[in-house]
């Protein structure tokens, strides 16, 4: 295996990041540049089972063509996806997702396995945000970082010594989602377009963490607009402030400085907002390079 991956580097490397609803592909060089990037709509969940070597070809058939070696990040590897690859326990070092990669063509394309960790006896999993973190200690050379990655499932990641040693998912997308479409709130607000309105978030953030119930602060957005105190189409985004304060409540954040986001531009903009601190932010270029950084460490022992 290590003179395979002696000569993956010499041509590069093919990294995929895919997801629930999208893939994603980069074409990177032999020092995890990127050279060309390029995306799907079809997600593991519009890919039937036997489909998946298509579906890759049709993306990137022609990197792949040239013997580089490809490393798949994300919910290909679940058990809804092209091969499920058993979770790495946590505290893990990238070395350590290297050694399990789950191979479903020995010496050419492998799955990035996911970390698993546990709390009071109860596991948590990712698959995928542990990529996006070792890219970010690669990137802005580190090896202790706390990382808090937003999605419909945040993560909260503290690395140690260049290991993940724990980690822990908040459902702030999905409740959101959740309290937007299906609950009494909906009647409230405006469709959400996706700007912000920052006044209404920041008050939704300050709400949350001074109630310090979701429950009970999430009501506030009915009795808001029933007295007229908000505009229907700043609720949108009050809501979202609402359940990014439980998020950051939750996670105890007395002093945001030295943390890293890792998202969308658009997302990371509210974290940094609902921190009130200059935070470092990192986007996609963060998954490349984990999967650049995982595939050098190939063959370590």
Known sequence: MTQRKVEAAGNGWVGVDWGTSSLRAALLDGAGRVLEQ???ARGILSVAA???PAVLRELCGDWLAAGRLCL??????SRQGWLEAPYCECPASRDDLARQLAWVDP???AIVPGLVCHHGGVPDVMRGEEVQVFGAMELLGVHDLVAVLPGTHSKWVEVHHGRIVS???AMTGEFYALLRRHSILARTMDEDDGSLDEAAFVQGVKHAQRTGNLLQSAFSARTLALFERMPRAAMPSYLSGLVIGEELRSHYVADARGFV???APELAQRYTLALD???RCLGAEATWRGLASIAQSIGKP
């Open 261 to 263: 986001v890792i998202g």
């Open 72 to 77: 798949i990040s994300g919910m290909a590897g």
């Open 38 to 40: 390029r995306q799907s």
């Open 277 to 279: 601190a200059s935070v």
């Open 107 to 109: 010496g050419r394309i």
């Open 50 to 52: 036997g489909e998946f």
């Open 167 to 169: 980690f822990a998912t």
